[in-house]
Each structure stands twice: as structure tokens, then as C-alpha cells.
């Protein structure tokens, strides 16, 4: 079974609107972490947003939040009045366990395209 | 360094050659890792250190692929006799810890992109 679970190759948005990305994510584990990754077509991996398993607020950073729904175990990203420079490859990813660092295991991605 | 740094950034290479990929991670960064990006998909993790130990190297996917950190700075990730199915973005990523719930942002290199002829 598949680990991270983003459903969506391919949204587009308007400028200036809200769009939410799709995450659901499977482990037996108590402690967990995820994150969410921002990849350009430049190809960098810039990181958005982190949520801990234990955090019982929504993470937020800027126009970023994490719509954390952990009985339904998804972690979707919202992001707020996009911009064109949000249009990009956006990965889910999930630590499993308390001590494994930055060992992630990420989605299949979901493209986004923000339009003019 | 000022961000992690990876070399060579494109390594084409024909079919049964061995290839080293180097990554010099942050200075100061205790941890390191090795991802592995196919065109399309999400990193796939390989192996990680601590300092100079190999704490996990369950994602290598065949005993062709080794990595090393000998002085807890610079890994190299080698690969023997390439096949041409290991042509993809080889990624590193450095963090200052991993222990802990949230080890704190992993940031990663510009990725070493391999073809194998």
C-alpha cells in the first residue's frame, strides 16, 4: 500500500485564489511527522511547511497552512491567495518513527499551475 | 558552504562503467542524506548517516549502490557496473540533527543528474 497519497497530478488555480492540495498518508505509527515540499522547474526542493504528529494546532507559515485531519489521516496544503511563482511540482512527505531525521517518504507529487 | 553542494550536476555514462557522486552537505550539519529522483516522481530515500555512521541504508535498491562518509563531511555515493535503469536526479540533503520529532529543515542539493547509456 501506498505510504503518501496525493491524488491529484495536476490542479490549476486562479491568481489570487485559494487552492488546496490533496494528502493522505498510512502508518501504524503513534509519532510521525509531515512535511510539505515545493520543486520548481529550476528542479530545487524547497521546503514549505511541517506538522508533528502530536501537534494539536493546524501548522501554518505566511500564505502556507496544513489542514491537519489526523483520524482521516490527511494533510492537505492550503495555500492562500496564490501567485504565479507558486506554479510548481508540490510533494507530500512523511517521517515515520521519533528518530528517523530527515528519512522521507514522499508522494507522487501534484503539479500546480496558477493562472494569470 | 552556504547551501549543499553536489557534483558532478550531470554525469552521463555508458552501461557497466562505475560513477561516484559526491555531496558536500552544510557545514556544521550533522546529518546527511541520499535521495533518488526519477523524471515525474517523488525522491525515493537511499541511505543516511550521523556523523560518519551509516544509520540506515534500507533504501540502497541492490548491493551496486554504496555510500560513504568518512570524516562526517563529504559522502560519496557510488554506483558499480550502471545499468541503464539507475539513470535518474541523485539528490543529497543535509540537516543540522535527526533526532527528535522534527529534525528541522532538510535542504537539499541541486541533485546530480545521471544518464546511463
Known amino acids: 500500500a501506498q505510504k503518501i497519497t496525493q491524488t491529484q497530478p495536476g490542479m490549476f488555480v486562479q491568481e489570487k485564489e485559494a487552492v488546496t492540495l490533496d494528502c493522505t498518508y498510512d502508518?501504524?505509527?503513534?509519532?510521525?511527522?509531515l512535511f510539505w515540499y515545493k520543486q520548481p522547474s529550476s528542479g530545487e526542493m524547497i521546503f514549505l511547511i511541517y506538522?508533528?504528529?502530536?501537534?494539536?494546532q493546524n501548522a501554518t507559515e505566511g500564505r502556507y497552512s496544513l489542514n491537519f485531519q489526523k483520524a482521516r489521516k490527511s494533510a492537505n496544503l492550503v495555500i492562500s491567495a496564490s501567485q504565479l511563482g507558486d506554479s510548481a511540482m508540490y510533494f507530500c512527505?512523511?517521517?515515520?518513527?521519533?528518530?528517523?531525521?530527515?528519512?522521507?517518504?514522499f508522494g507522487q507529487g501534484t503539479e500546480l499551475s496558477v493562472k494569470p | 558552504g552556504a547551501g549543499v553542494s553536489q557534483s558532478p550536476r550531470y554525469k552521463v555514462t555508458k552501461r557497466g562503467q562505475d560513477v561516484a557522486l559526491r555531496c558536500d552537505p552544510i557545514?556544521?550539519?550533522?546529518?546527511l542524506y541520499w535521495y533518488r529522483q526519477a523524471l515525474g516522481q517523488g525522491p525515493e530515500f537511499l541511505t543516511y548517516?550521523?556523523?560518519?555512521?551509516?544509520?540506515?541504508k534500507s533504501g540502497l535498491p541492490n548491493d551496486r549502490f554504496s555510500a560513504e562518509r568518512p570524516e562526517g563531511s563529504i559522502s560519496t555515493l557510488t554506483i558499480q557496473r550502471t545499468e541503464q535503469r539507475d539513470s535518474a536526479m541523485y539528490r543529497c540533503?543535509?540537516?543540522?540533527?535527526?533526532?527528535?520529532?522534527?529534525?528541522?529543515?532538510?535542504?537539499f542539493g541541486e541533485g546530480s543528474r545521471l544518464t546511463v547509456l
Open positions: 540533503a543535509s540537516s543540522l540533527t535527526a533526532s527528535g520529532i522534527n529534525p528541522g529543515e532538510l535542504f
Open positions: 506538522q508533528g504528529s502530536y501537534d494539536e
Open positions: 502508518t501504524s505509527d503513534q509519532s510521525y511527522g
Open positions: 512527505a512523511m517521517r515515520e518513527g521519533y528518530n528517523q531525521g530527515g528519512k522521507l517518504i
Open positions: 557545514s556544521g550539519h550533522v546529518s
Open positions: 548517516f550521523n556523523y560518519e555512521a551509516q544509520q540506515d
